[in-house]
């Protein structure tokens, strides 16, 4: 297959995750995949011990700050297991041992995730849980009580599964905020400095699978326990860069290449919000003038830019509308084993253009079956 070819067919790639790359940063890694230029090998077979990839790390490291705006007193880790493993190395540095309870938001499928691995350490509050209302909506600010004695507040910025995304800043200042930023991390500006721990698996918006960045105020682990592993000591981590063992090279250097494409080519992340937005408006109007026959399933003023969740009318209609966008070369378009339905990803790599493309293509697929669709539902949430 030409390059050319797999980059149409990426290009069109609406995966819940491993996520579309830049095209530019494929062509990158197409080319280290045969020799690194600096170095005349490939990417593959370079030491993680060699001064290369050390000077890698530390720029990676610079550049998340830099797209952040952190100050040096934010360290940042390029960790293994995903965001799973921090489920439960996150609280084995700050709830084990205490006795006011740590606080977590239930907001979706995957911060219902973090809950027993969370309990396993210590007490656990859940300020609020979405599961009455079938995690169709995120809580308004009267409806949370955060405690000021919690160890730590915990949430998920962007529920991937079911497409529900906060916009703006929970909890209280005067307690450590963690926050799950796996889906929509690097994708648009925040109040970053705000949160004493952000966390995101790279295989969404900036990297292939292999890879986890942690970035943690150094201040937060004063009073991490002395009897944690190594490998899941976040100071054992600081203090060797992320080389405490073998990492992942290769997923670490294209997270490298994705911060110098949002940096030099985007020109930073209010730009890449820009057009994450555009995209995001664009489905979601194909949503909104279906007259129902595409529902989404988050309430309008939760609705996330990165994952986009809906149903059709019937189960069939759902089965036939993704088999036909997949001859249409459209990938990914299947929602979460979990509750079904579609689910269109549109992560930082993804073009306006094939947004654009999905849309007609969904405005196509209505007009031919609705005529044979009776009682479709007007409107959405």
Request: proline share 5%.
């Amino acid at each position: 297959m030409s390059l050319l070819h797999s980059n149409l067919l990426n290009g069109l790639n609406f995966s819940g995750g491993p996520g579309v790359l830049p095209e530019s940063v494929l062509q990158q890694v197409q080319d280290s995949i045969l020799a690194v230029p600096e170095v005349g090998l490939s990417i593959l077979g370079i030491s993680h011990r060699s001064d290369w990839f050390a000077t890698v790390v530390a720029e990676l490291e610079d550049n998340v700050r830099q797209l952040l705006k952190l100050p040096k007193n934010y360290h940042v880790l390029f960790l293994q297991g995903g965001a799973t493993q921090q489920f439960s190395m996150l609280p084995m540095a700050l709830l084990a041992g205490k006795t006011h309870p740590a606080e977590y938001l239930h907001t979706g499928y995957w911060s219902g995730k973090a809950l027993p691995e969370a309990r396993r350490e210590g007490p656990v509050r859940v300020v609020w849980s979405g599961e009455s209302c079938g995690f169709g909506r995120l809580p308004a600010d009267e409806e949370l009580d955060f405690h000021a004695d919690a160890p730590y507040i915990h949430y998920v910025s962007n529920e991937t599964v079911e497409g529900l995304q906060f916009h703006r800043v929970l909890g209280r200042d005067d307690v450590p905020r963690i926050c799950d930023m796996s889906s929509d991390f690097l994708s648009a500006p925040g109040d970053f400095e705000r949160f004493s721990m952000i966390y995101a698996h790279a295989q969404k918006n900036i990297g292939p699978a292999g890879v986890t960045v942690v970035v943690v105020k150094e201040e937060l682990l004063k009073d991490t326990p002395d009897n944690l592993p190594g490998f899941l000591d976040y100071r054992t981590q600081i203090e060797t860069h992320s080389i405490y063992n073998t990492p992942p090279v290769f997923s670490i250097y294209v997270v490298l290449l994705v911060t110098r494409w949002l940096r030099d080519q985007i020109g930073g992340l209010a730009a890449m919000d820009a057009i994450n937005t555009r995209k995001a408006e664009t489905l979601y109007q194909a949503l909104d003038e279906s007259n129902g026959f595409y529902a989404g399933k988050a309430a309008r003023a939760d609705r996330s830019k990165m994952n986009v969740s809906f149903n059709l009318p019937t189960p069939a209609l759902e089965a036939e509308f993704i088999a036909s966008a997949l001859a249409a070369g459209f990938s990914g378009l299947a929602g979460h084993r979990s509750i079904g339905g579609i689910r269109a990803s549109l992560y930082n790599g993804l073009e306006l253009s094939a947004v654009e493309k999905l849309a007609d293509f969904m405005a196509n697929f209505r007009s031919h079956h609705l005529p044979l669709v009776a009682g479709v539902g007007k409107g959405n949430h």
